[in-house]
């Protein structure tokens, strides 16, 4: 099931999959509405065993608020049959009985085709698509969308309902083209937008705090003049071609000129229409596919392994499912969901036992070297791979590599003053923490999750210089331990 970007997805949460169903729950503010989506595989019309999937269906019918039942039931019956198809499947009397319960009623109107295919001589066109809903608001009953054909043997179906309220809909966030960083011009501005920085002075840590707001704010209106953003609509596919998009021209050309006369002939130019545009979408698929791997292989060797290692597990989705625990409610909605794993991944602090050391004699403090060469900055900079994931300020490596090589002066002041005044500068603390799942495990444990925290590509350069020298000042002074 896809869900429209424009609704945020603070409101979407998933509270049912499987092969056959999946259900999702919008929360609005007057009601809760519960969205199902199920196929059922075709049935004898004497079988009288109800599905497994209607049962679990009359189950999540039982969440109070709007309901909206749809799919391929593959079923038929009087009430939305063709007056010219008299057959009749007995399940269909079961799940009338089902969404009666709800007051849900048919708002497919009787006798739409929803499959209309050839088979031989014969010109099936039957009504097996269905949805019921107890919402009343419904702005355009169903009805056949010949724009959104994709040559099966299902029509499409659009309808729409009128919720009532306006969605915060969230801004469209742009993605930069990083690979097309324009250095020359970057370095420019940046040296156009710092130019005062070197008149700070550090000798304290709010001065150090505002000498990086200064800095993060002079980086990113370099980046935005620098660095473009991709172009395109969001749903764009590498592999697309004009060829592509003639080939699907013409099958749904084909496809409405079959619904429209249908016989043999027609079916049979759609048929291989139909074909002849598969094998060109897989055709420019494939070329594109060798060309990335092509580029990958030569930029980053391991890259290509670690995809086809991935793929080979199956196919990931990028939501959470119901997560449950021990005595606690389970967590639907994507704020429960965040709740519950922050609980559990972030224990409350533990005050540590300090009585142990209140008269402890430290040996004689370590004379170490006060000043960070060049060499110890730029090596903890270019140590990091360019295209990881930034922190919360967004700024990747690419950029901090760029500023290591020309402008590493304003970087090196920077971590000699944290040095001198042992300090961690406050825009080094936030994070953003990712959870990623763990292979094999039950995603509806929280435990199955691994919390990953993204940090500031400057501070993490910090960090990296400090534990260089503390691991050199260990070593030069035989302070670990020899195994």
Known sequence: ???????????ISEIYKDTNLISLKMSTTKEDIYIHNLYIEPLSHSTKDLPPILTTLRDLLKNKGGHIILGDFNLHHPLWNSPTYDKHHYIADDLL???????AVLYTPKGLATRDCQRGIHHEKTTIDLLFSNLE???TIPRINEDLEQSSDHLPIETSFKIGETLNIPPNTKKRLWNSLNSELFLSILDRETSYLANLSLNSRESIDYYIDLLMKAINIAVDIAVP????????????????????LNTRCLRR?????????TWNLFKRQRNLKGKVLSKAKRAYFRERIEKLSIQEPWSPFKWAKKRDKGASTLSIPILRKKDRNPAISLEEKAAFLREHAFSRTIEADLSDILNYRYPRPLEVEDRLTTDEVLAAYLRTKPDKAPGPDGVPNRVIHLLARG?????ERLF?????LSYHPRAFHKAITVFIPKEGKDQSNPSAYRPIALLSTLGKALESVVASKLKDISERNNLLPKT
């Open 407 to 411: 402008r590493i002066a304003l970087l």
């Open 1 to 11: 099931m896809y869900v429209n970007k424009r609704i945020p997805r603070s409101r």
């Open 416 to 420: 000699q003053a944290c040095w001198d």
């Open 97 to 103: 009985d089902i969404v009666s319960v709800i007051d």
């Open 257 to 265: 000129l079959y619904t429209r006369y249908p016989n043999i002939e």
């Open 229 to 248: 953003y991709k172009r395109g609509s969001q749903y764009d596919k590498g592999f697309w071609t004009q060829e592509c998009r003639n080939e699907v």
């Open 137 to 139: 608001n419904i702005e």
